[in-house]
């Protein structure tokens, strides 16, 4: 009886293997089938090629439970060892990431032979134990066990994702010598080993060897040349693979798709989309998701979600580059809302999906949204990712809260340079110079070198701050310990710095003395200064040589347009607005945004639009009574416009944080902080109307506006009246 069921068994574990989706005939089913044909525990036997078929069985399908019981079995009737059972041991423990096991099953192997050492050595680079792989390897080598064919793909599997270049080229002269340098499976996988640790020539040499080339082979060598920057080569290899008549698949197509995202080439990009739908690729979603994020790369958001819509199945990647196309084009809350349509579709967003929302948390100053988002991390399990750190002391600092950042920042309990920098930028953005500078000097005694985005930050701090002697000093610092990595915009912050503490005469020396040729970011910095202090001399100097390097940047015309509209010139003022206007120029009009139950409502000058218009409009107007009773004053020169006092007041009422502020008192609580975010620099007048309306109403209220944070309570600003 027992040999009835052992003879059929190995047929059914054939067929189970070419149908993945029939469930195998399992050593519990074979046992138990046993039991109810009467067999005793006396007769409770299985010979060795049930025992390795039925391994084999639950190695296929993936099922390591069962695959336990009956090594447990075999245990247990004493079975024997023997160099077939032993070798699918190791296979069904290495399959499923159990080494401990599969190394015990592997030791008890009478005689270390290729089978086994290629089951290994296949788990531990499955399950990224790659080091392990090669030891391995260089272990059959030294008790002079032969590699094969199967063996070659998976050891230069593990020498790419170590980047071990060296150990992968003794690897290609041990299977040159070998005589496998014509499989294709292998030399696909030399071809991308080379191409990834960045030998593309070596990778090319192995290509025009090869006596055969199947799809892979071309696609590993155009992914070769387009990680090697050698887009053009990459494009002539995919035309060049259908004239030989090979037919591209899902991944060449979406590799070639991802070249043109990171050229931002559009135009090829529809060209590759145009074959797709001929091809019937569209589908594929790989494919959908890269033509989701080359078109999000190229700044087409509508075409990306064009096709994101079209996509019949869509996975986190997908997802993932809506999100992120969405937020590095500026749509902010387009990212915020498919971000929530992607939970609700039952995707979980994964650590980079979360990374690329939070930055549009951020524009919006959304801090409901950003503290949803942080409890999903925290409830998942993605606090340690570094990355996803980062973007919460970023988010947390851009939306006003610098202590929730700093708490953030002090429970990683790994930092890279990127969470130094977001601390130290959101430090700088509060007006916490010292802060931000002291944290500097802790992140070099950390032993974390400073990027330029660091530098950026740091001295941007010392400027918003006016902590004029130590910016110089920090400046004198940098310029000795990391001298090749002083941009422009590190100049220009020294210009910002000296600038704003009305040091005008020494900005426009360290200006002259500049090791590098002034840009259009230093005298644009200057240019700044020039129109806070009122120095028209000077200004009129700077302008000139602004002039020359952006004649078409509407910030210019804006800029010195209000420095003469301040000084009374009116005939220069509406000369600069009459240039814009010829050269088909456009200035960004000013808004103001604010969160109210999770929802953002935005403002523009003179704005009328809302549904509660009427309602604001009556409470400034109260506000305004009551500003002027405790002696506030309209500060009209901020209109710059040629009108009477009372149509500048009026228009003075009309700015759009005052109507974002206005908003805020109405539609929140007593006592409830206001937060608001303007997309230009406050003016003025509207700062110190903000003070005004913070003591009356007895509330804070946070303004973000291009520059930094104004934190108001009680009648004064946290900026000291200095930005």
């Excluded at 959304?366 to 399990?381: A, M, P, W």
């Excluded at 209220?701 to 930094?708: A, E, L, Q, T």
């Amino acid at each position: 009886m027992a040999f009835h069921h052992n003879s059929r068994l190995p047929l059914f574990v054939r067929f189970s293997y070419c149908h993945p989706n029939t469930k195998p005939f399992t050593a519990l089913q074979h046992l138990a089938l046993q039991r109810e044909e009467g067999m005793g525990e006396q007769d409770f036997s299985m010979d060795h090629d049930t025992c390795a078929s039925l391994l084999q069985a639950c190695a296929n399908s993936r099922t390591l439970a069962e695959g336990k019981q009956l090594h447990s079995r075999m245990l247990v009737t004493g079975m024997k060892q023997t160099f077939i059972l032993g070798t699918k041991l190791v296979n069904l423990y290495a399959i499923w990431g159990s080494f401990r096991e599969a190394e015990i099953a592997f030791q008890r192997i009478p005689k270390l032979n290729v089978y086994a050492c290629n089951a290994l050595i296949r788990g531990y680079v499955k399950h990224g134990y790659c080091g392990e792989a090669l030891e391995l390897y260089d272990q059959m080598q030294q008790e002079g066990v032969a590699p094969d064919n199967f063996t070659f793909p998976f050891v230069l599997k593990a020498c790419t994702e170590l980047s071990a270049l060296q150990q992968g080229i003794e690897v290609h002269d041990c299977i040159a010598r070998s005589g496998f340098e014509s499989n294709v499976v292998v030399g696909n996988g030399l071809l991308d080993m080379y191409g990834k640790c960045g030998r593309i020539e070596d990778a090319r040499h192995v290509f025009e060897k090869m006596p055969e080339k199947d799809v892979v082979s071309w696609t590993s060598l155009i992914t070769g040349y387009i990680q090697s920057g050698q887009i053009d080569e990459a494009w002539k290899l995919f035309y060049g693979m259908q004239k030989e008549g090979v037919e591209p698949n899902s991944v060449t197509v979406a590799t070639v798709i991802s070249a043109c995202a990171v050229q931002g080439a559009m135009q090829q990009g529809k060209e590759v989309h145009g074959y797709l739908l001929k091809r019937g690729f569209e589908c594929d979603i790989f494919v959908g998701s890269a033509l989701v994020d080359m078109y999000a790369k190229c700044g087409c958001v509508e075409d990306a979600r064009y096709v994101f819509g079209k996509m019949p199945e869509r996975n986190v990647i997908s997802w993932n580059g809506m999100i992120a196309g969405y937020t590095q084009n500026g749509y902010a809350n387009e990212a915020v809302e498919i971000f929530r349509q992607m939970r609700l579709t039952g995707i979980k967003p994964n650590s980079i999906a979360i990374s690329s929302v939070l930055p549009s948390c951020s524009r919006l100053s959304s801090l409901q949204k950003g503290k949803e988002i942080h409890d999903y991390i925290v409830r998942n399990g993605f606090e340690s990712v570094v990355f996803v750190g980062n973007s919460l002391i970023d988010m947390y600092g851009k939306c006003g809260v610098i202590a929730f950042a700093r708490q953030v920042f002090d429970k990683m309990s790994d930092r890279d340079v990127g969470s130094w920098t977001a601390m130290i930028a959101g430090y700088g953005m509060h007006g916490h110079g010292e802060e931000a500078v002291d944290l500097y000097y802790k992140m070099q005694l950390s032993g974390i070198t400073p990027n330029e985005v660091t530098l950026t930050a740091v001295l941007s701090a010392c400027s918003h701050a006016g902590l004029v002697d130590e910016g110089s000093q920090l400046f004198s610092r940098i310029n000795q310990d990391y001298p090749s990595m002083l941009r422009e915009r590190h100049y220009a912050c020294m210009v910002d710095l000296l600038g704003r503490a009305g040091l005008l005469d020494e900005a426009r020396a360290f200006v002259n003395n500049m090791p590098l040729e002034p840009g259009a970011n230093v005298w644009g910095t200057l240019l700044a200064a020039c129109r806070v202090h009122r120095n028209l001399e000077l200004g009129d100097c700077v302008a000139e040589r602004f002039l020359e390097l952006e004649p078409d940047n509407p910030g210019f015309y804006v800029l010195l347009s209000h420095m003469y509209a301040e000084a009374g010139r009116w005939d220069d003022a509406e000369k600069m607005r009459l240039l814009m206007k010829e050269r088909g120029l456009k200035k960004s009009p000013g808004c103001s945004w604010i969160e109210v139950s999770n929802r953002v409502h935005t403002f523009h000058v003179g704005d009328k639009s809302h549904p509660q218009s009427n309602e604001i409009y009556a409470l400034l107007g109260t506000l305004a009574k009551q500003m002027k009773a405790a002696g506030y004053v309209p500060n009209t020169s901020f209109v710059l416009l040629d009108v009477d006092e009372e149509e500048k007041e009026h228009i003075l009422c009309g700015h759009s944080e005052k109507l974002a502020i206005a908003f805020g008192i109405i539609n929140t609580s007593p006592g409830i902080s206001i937060r608001i975010t303007k997309n230009l620099r406050v003016c003025g007048d509207c700062h110190s109307a903000t003070k005004f309306i913070s003591k009356i109403v007895n509330r804070e209220i946070i303004v973000r506006d291009s520059y930094r944070f104004h934190h108001f309570r009680d009648g004064a600003c946290s900026c000291g009246d200095y930005w």
